[in-house]
């Protein structure tokens, strides 16, 4: 059998490429175990600090979108950028919001096939702060909101309780979260938000309160993460964020459940039950 020679006694490598170029790659083939882009409710949005960042020096000016629909979050003054930590929740990266910045994204509305129906899921890391929460989630720090004058939709904190949050639609319509799924203000968990015949809510695998359902309006505009809804919430976000997901849709229970498995796995959150 020939031998394949080497080049003047050298074995030759694979060329190497750039770690922007390594990054791309990887957001449209992450090596997960799990891919949400899979699912049968499609996927809208879906951000991840480990691989969809755009740094402007130590902080960060983009967030791509790696759902393939291009819903990319930006922000173009340096004094509003989230800072981006390497060892965050999980010993993975997380983009840290100060309670001065925060991201823009598309329109939330017009993304949706049904004002019903959808999900929108995050992982939040250790830290975040329930400073100047109030009891309404519309009056809340906002993690992540659409809104104009006539229309809402957001996720804000209310004191030590962790994340909740709804829509406006002849009155306020909010799931808070359950009694107990965190120990104390600032904890790491998972928040589901989502609308099925009511808005209702979970924490670390705890299903919070259900209000009476009612479509999303057409107010519910511009994605905002880390700031305060234009006329509602009073305070931004302040604290960590890891990942974001927004389903076009419904999940089935199961499927809540699936996603929540891999998030508690992937950020080493306990998931309750």
Known sequence: MA????????????SRVSRGEENGALRKHPRLSFDPRNMQTPLLVWVRSDLSTTMNGSTVSGWADMSGNGRDFAQ????????????????????????????TGS????????????????????????????????????????????????????????????????GYKESAPPSGAIQSAGDPCIFVLYSDSGIKSRLNGSAGSTATGAAMLSGATTLEIGDSAAGHSDEPYDGPMSEVMIFDGTLQNYEIKQVEQYLGDRYNIRLNG
């Open 3 to 14: 031998s394949h020679p080497l080049h003047h006694g050298v074995r030759s490598h694979p």
């Open 107 to 170: 329109s939330l509305f017009p993304m949706l096939s049904n004002a019903s129906e959808w999900t929108l899921i995050m992982v939040l890391g250790q830290g975040w702060s329930d400073t100047g929460a109030s009891g309404a989630y519309q009056n809340s720090p906002g993690i992540i909101t659409a809104s104009d004058s006539a229309g809402y939709f957001g996720a804000g904190i209310v004191s030590s309780d962790g994340p909740g949050g709804g829509i406006y639609n002849a």
């Open 76 to 103: 173009a003054t340096a004094g509003n950028q989230p800072a981006l930590s390497g060892s965050g929740q999980g010993g993975r990266a997380e983009l840290v919001f100060d309670g001065a910045d925060s991201m």
